[in-house]
């Protein structure tokens, strides 16, 4: 069966601190892997990693995909009260149709 | 804003009903996908479409359904509705362009939700 598993579950860290979220999948036929950001309601879109594309940058954010690992890491640096969310990992995979499996997500609060 | 509109914003009814929930995807976004978010299960991927056509099916009950419209509006409708059933349903579109088989799959744009809870 198709999984995505994100860790940790939640981290608390203080403004200014770097930070690693993890995500791994066991998925048939990988495709892509996405990371969003969910705040009060809606996910936001921060990267998608292929193989053809395993580094992402985007000012603090910064994500890598590592495809012999079967993983992703997001990493968040100087973290601002603003970064506090919960930040989803989402694999999208072909098995006779494409489909798109999410983790339960990493929550994040950064603390003034 | 994401320009991805979902209606109604909260929905209330009863076990055993019907409902449908709409969702107009930004301008010139051909896919639209279906979530379903609850307490207990995260994020789960119900559906796609593409230019009218189911594109991808993830974890969705029979007595779900949905369809995209010509003006590729979609809506999700939902039977005997059942308690189980609250949550958040959220829609996003995304542009979606690729050549032949193995579409690749762009920015998904999520629209704000509708919160539907079944008393």
């Known amino acids: 069966e198709d999984k995505v598993v994100q860790s940790p579950l939640s981290l608390v860290v203080h403004e200014g601190d770097t930070v690693t979220l993890n995500c791994s999948y066991e998925?048939?036929?990988?495709?892509?892997l996405l990371w969003y950001k969910q705040e009060k309601k809606a996910p936001t879109f921060l990267f998608m990693l292929?193989?053809?594309?395993i580094e992402k940058k985007s000012g603090r954010l910064s994500s890598i995909l590592d495809k012999k690992e079967l993983s992703s890491i997001l990493n968040i640096t100087a973290t601002q009260t603003g970064d506090s969310a919960i930040y989803l990992c989402?694999?999208?995979?072909?098995?006779?149709?494409?489909?798109?499996?999410f983790g339960t997500g990493t929550r994040l609060k950064v603390l003034a | 804003d994401s320009g991805v509109t979902q209606t109604p914003k909260h929905l209330i009814t009863a076990t055993g009903q019907r409902v449908t929930l709409r969702c107009s995807p930004r301008s010139g976004d051909l896919s639209v996908y279906w979530y379903q978010q609850s307490l207990d299960q995260g994020l789960q991927f119900l559906i796609q479409y593409y230019n009218g056509e189911e594109r991808a099916k993830g974890n969705i009950l029979e007595r779900f359904s949905a369809q995209q419209f010509p003006d590729l509006h979609s809506e999700l409708n939902l039977s005997s509705l059942e308690l189980g059933d609250s949550a958040l349903y959220f829609c996003?579109?995304?542009?979606?362009?690729?050549?032949?088989?193995?579409?690749?799959?762009?920015?998904?744009?999520f629209g704000p939700g509708t919160r539907l809870t079944v008393l």
């Open positions: 996003a579109s995304s542009p979606q362009v690729g050549t032949g088989v193995g579409l690749r799959a762009n920015e998904q744009f």
């Open positions: 998925v048939t036929n990988f495709r892509s």
């Open positions: 989402a694999v999208e995979a072909i098995s006779g149709t494409y489909k798109y499996i």
């Open positions: 292929t193989s053809s594309g």
